[in-house]
């Protein structure tokens, strides 16, 4: 049963066009709710992991999350459970693909140990979140419980999709929504241009926001459920 991002356009959500403009899925059942942040490092994934994390505890769920331990340039896992957090760290490497069965064995291991409402992934920057998803599928998951939320972040858009075009797409190739981050004093043209580029690029909406003033950031719960 899919939830609807509602009032377009004045938040910079674009459904227009778009074949499916239902993005955030949710379980008709009992199961559990899953998310995967895909993104270069720096985008903003570990802001909005911190945020839906808190926006659902918040609610009376029970969240786990899984973050990738790679020392300086990852996130760090001891730093979320100092804030209360539950993290499953796994080291030496991408969760996606160094550690593709490390990462199968955790996800039956929190299914079957923890069992959360909401399970919140959040692998390195240079992970593809749909190769995490087909994995978490292998453990029995139903690939309609998965929400891929892919972020970008508005003052490297461009550097990305100069210097690392084809990956940087690829990233964000499956995403059910796409964050455009790091909006806030950023001139409108430039955000405008990232949208434009998106839209013509992915049948997915587009949600402007900023992890730092939190603009766009209460629309964008409200969709959750």
Same mark, same amino acid.
Do not use: W
């Given at each position: 049963?899919?939830?609807?991002?509602?009032?377009?356009?004045?938040?910079?959500?674009?459904?227009?066009?778009?074949?499916?403009?239902?993005?955030?899925?949710?379980?008709?059942?009992?199961?559990?709710?899953?998310?995967?942040?895909?993104?270069?490092?720096?985008?903003?994934?570990?802001?909005?992991?911190?945020?839906?994390?808190?926006?659902?505890?918040?609610?009376?769920?029970?969240?786990?999350?899984?973050?990738?331990?790679?020392?300086?340039?990852?996130?760090?896992?001891?730093?979320?459970?100092?804030? %209360?957090? /539950?993290?499953?760290?796994? $080291? #030496?490497?991408? @969760?996606?693909?160094?550690?593709?069965?490390? =990462?199968?064995?955790? &996800?039956? %291991?929190? /299914?079957?140990?923890?069992? $959360? #409402?909401?399970? @919140?992934?959040?692998?390195?920057?240079?992970? =593809?979140?749909?190769? &995490?998803?087909?994995?978490?599928?292998?453990?029995?998951? #139903?690939?309609?419980?998965?929400?891929?939320?892919?972020?970008?972040?508005?003052?490297?858009?461009?550097?990305?999709?100069?210097?690392?075009?084809?990956?940087?797409?690829?990233?964000?190739?499956?995403?059910?929504?796409?964050?455009?981050?790091?909006?806030?004093?950023?001139?409108?043209?430039?955000?405008?241009?990232?949208?434009?580029?998106?839209?013509?690029?992915?049948?997915?909406?587009?949600?402007?926001?900023?992890?730092?003033?939190?603009?766009?950031?209460?629309?964008?719960?409200?969709?959750?459920?």
């Amino acid at each position: 049963m899919p939830v609807h991002l509602h009032d377009p356009g004045s938040a910079g959500i674009d459904v227009s066009g778009c074949a499916n403009p239902y993005l955030i899925r949710v379980p008709d059942g009992p199961g559990m709710m899953i998310y995967i942040l895909g993104g270069f490092l720096g985008s903003g994934k570990t802001t909005f992991l911190k945020t839906f994390t808190k926006h659902y505890l918040d609610s009376g769920k029970k969240v786990a999350i899984l973050v990738n331990e790679m020392g300086d340039i990852g996130v760090d896992g001891s730093t979320l459970r100092s804030e %209360g957090f /539950k993290a499953v760290e796994l $080291p #030496d490497g991408c @969760i996606c693909c160094t550690l593709t069965q490390s =990462l199968f064995e955790a &996800v039956k %291991g929190i /299914k079957e140990e923890i069992g $959360p #409402d909401v399970f @919140i992934v959040e692998p390195t920057g240079l992970a =593809l979140p749909q190769k &995490v998803r087909d994995t978490i599928v292998r453990t029995g998951t #139903d690939a309609g419980d998965i929400t891929i939320i892919g972020i970008v972040d508005v003052p490297r858009f461009d550097l990305f999709m100069e210097r690392k075009r084809e990956f940087f797409l690829e990233q964000i190739s499956e995403s059910d929504l796409i964050l455009v981050n790091k909006a806030d004093g950023q001139p409108a043209e430039k955000i405008e241009g990232v949208l434009a580029v998106l839209k013509d690029l992915y049948d997915v909406p587009a949600l402007v926001v900023s992890g730092k003033t939190l603009e766009g950031v209460d629309r964008l719960l409200e969709a959750l459920r």
